[in-house]
């Protein structure tokens, strides 16, 4: 017999350096889970990408016990590291922190494509550059 599902909980979280700080204890917490053993295999699978963002969908069960997935970084979080920015704009429209060029563009999708709901390079890259403008950023055309 298959375990029941009872909930899915997505977070956001650095690579290797989780804490059962917030958002981490009450996520898990109100669903019974044991917290550190979701942080110490979190950190463990997660250990060689420090100082990113590694996003993490964890399936809880009926019986309290739980399986996670962990995902690539978000988007913006690629972008910025691409660039080497601290942050994007507080104005976008405005304000402009940096270029993507073209290869860039197209680093960033192939790379994220596994995880964006397309199979296609060239709908990734829009995607990817529609992140990137509302973070301020111009794309090359």
Known sequence: ?????KTIVKLNLPAGEATPAPPVGPALGQHGIPIMDFIKEYNARTSKLKGQIIPAVITVYENRSFTF???????AAMIKKKLSLEKGSGKPNTEKVGKLTKVQLGEIAKEKLADLNTN??????????????????????
């Open 120 to 141: 296609d390079i060239p709908a990734a890259m829009k995607i990817v550059a529609g992140t990137a403008r509302s973070m301020g950023i111009d794309v090359e055309n």
């Open 1 to 5: 017999m298959a375990k029941k599902i």
């Open 69 to 75: 997935v962990t995902k690539l970084p978000p988007v």
